[in-house]
């Protein structure tokens, strides 16, 4: 029998995400049979390139989704809460990698190697939520943790590059940073100070019990898609001047005796994991070796000697593939192949 071909969408397509969702369905094979590439409207008259083909980018509107199986939505909130249920009237179900929907109770939120059972949950409103970067690649490598240990709590600080706010902070660390060892003044638009040789501890915005969003999404997210509500998390999300790659500081507290070795055993099985962590070689996993790759790579993985059964590791993912792009094609793999 002929393999199933699926009409993809993605909506967001000249965005960071949008142009490495582009990239993952045609390194990863997807079965496109066509795909539409959306936008606003200032991008009208731009190409972007799909299997060698120049493919145009056309305006993202009520009645973009007819015919489309498939919609890979990252534009931003605002137009995703907006167009998705369009989408998803036409029959078209979405992932999208906003945060507007990952709470709903009737949207799944899905990391492939956690809770692929769940995508089964888009048939209740067409559409499947794809996590906040930092929460996937922390569950990747945690649960499999928990499902030997149990994990108590998790107390997460993390080290986040600038592409997960999009293209135009992408270009204000360029930018900022050429001016600044040029001695020349340098300008500030996507974030509040400059974020060229800086840390900036404040990713989002900030809410009334003094975290800011990016933090709290850790903490509802992680317990949404590791299916248990009894995990404590708590969360300090930081932007660094990087451009791709996020890192994590990770400490956890497990209910079962656990040690580093059995961590380092049960990690190097894991799917979608690798444990680069031989200090005595400076091997430990870099920004700059998980950009333009899809596995999430855990090192430092040592005993916490404060506490009775706790663990200490550094945890870095390509934040715009693994985080983003990566996970929603992955999700599509799942769809296609079980669902559609
Ligand atoms: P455009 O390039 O036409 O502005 P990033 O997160 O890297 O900044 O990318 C955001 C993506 O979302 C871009 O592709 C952008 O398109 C798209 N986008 C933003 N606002 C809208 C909108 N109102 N309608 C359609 N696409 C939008």
Known sequence: MPE???????????GAVGNQ??????????????????????????????????????????????????????????????????????????????????????????????????????????????????????????????????????VVSTY?????????AIDELFDQTRAMINFLDYKREIYPHRIAFNCLPHIDVFLENGYTKEEMKMVHETRKIMEDDGIAVTATTVRVPVF???????????????????????????PGVKVVDDPSRNLYPLAIDAAGQDLTLVGRI????????????WIVADNIRKGAATNAVQIAEILAKEYL
Request: hydrophobic letters at 35%; charged letters at 25%; one cysteine or more.
């Open 4 to 14: 199933k071909r699926f009409n993809v969408a993605v909506a967001g397509a000249t």
């Open 244 to 270: 791709f790659g996020h890192g994590e500081s990770v400490n956890i507290e497990t209910v079962e005796p656990i040690s580093p070795e059995t961590v380092r055993e049960i990690l190097k099985k894991a």
């Open 21 to 154: 969702m582009i990239s993952s369905l045609e390194e990863r094979n997807f079965p496109v049979r066509s795909l539409k590439l959306l936008a606003s409207s200032r991008s009208i008259g731009r190409t972007l390139k799909f299997r060698g083909d120049e493919i145009p980018v056309q305006e993202l509107q009520k009645d973009s989704f007819k015919g489309v199986d498939i919609a890979l939505f990252s534009a931003g909130g605002g137009t995703s809460t907006h167009f998705s249920p369009f989408a998803a009237k036409d029959g078209c179900v979405v992932i999208d990698n906003s945060s507007a929907w990952r709470m709903d109770p009737d949207i799944p939120l899905v990391v492939p190697e956690v809770n692929p059972h769940a995508v089964s949950g888009y048939k209740r409103k067409g559409i499947i939520a794809n996590p906040n970067c930092s929460t996937i690649q922390m569950v990747v490598a945690l649960n499999p943790v928990h499902r030997e240990f149990r994990i108590k709590r998790i």
């Open 160 to 168: 986040q590059s600038v592409s997960g706010t999009g293209k135009k």
């Open 302 to 313: 040592r005993r916490d000697e404060s506490v009775k059964n706790g663990i200490n590791m």
